[in-house]
């Protein structure tokens, strides 16, 4: 599996973006997808889980730093994994890093850096 993550730039604050990531290779199967986030001289930190289930629709979680403000989709399960991300506030600026889990392996993307200004 690889991943391309895609659509971080420079955006001001109260604005929007979205990020893409792109599955490519051995995807079948991928039943869980994250977005994590590494600010500045802080640690990453997972930050959106969409746990894909068979007849149950998806299992989506955030943190609580997010929650209300960004929105991980998965459109009809195929490859690409969004994340939308609203009210952007300078302590959201961080790389931000898509990861896909198949079979109990981790797989990550090489990061997109976005950068909220005041």
């Known amino acids: 599996v690889q991943l391309q993550a895609s659509g971080g730039g420079l955006v001001q604050s109260g604005g929007s973006l979205t990020l893409s990531c792109l599955a490519s290779g051995t995807t079948d199967e991928i039943n869980v997808m994250r977005w994590y986030r590494h600010p500045p001289g802080k640690e990453r930190d997972l930050i959106a889980d969409l746990i894909a289930t068979i007849g149950n629709g998806d299992f989506i979680s955030y943190a609580g730093s997010v929650k209300g403000r960004f929105t991980i989709a998965r459109p009809n399960a195929k490859n690409t994994l969004y994340l939308h991300m609203n009210s952007l506030q300078p302590e959201d600026t961080a790389v931000y890093y898509c990861?896909?889990?198949?079979?109990?392996?981790?797989?990550w993307g090489q990061g997109t850096l976005v950068t909220v200004s005041s």
């Open positions: 990861n896909a889990i198949r079979h109990g392996v981790n797989y």
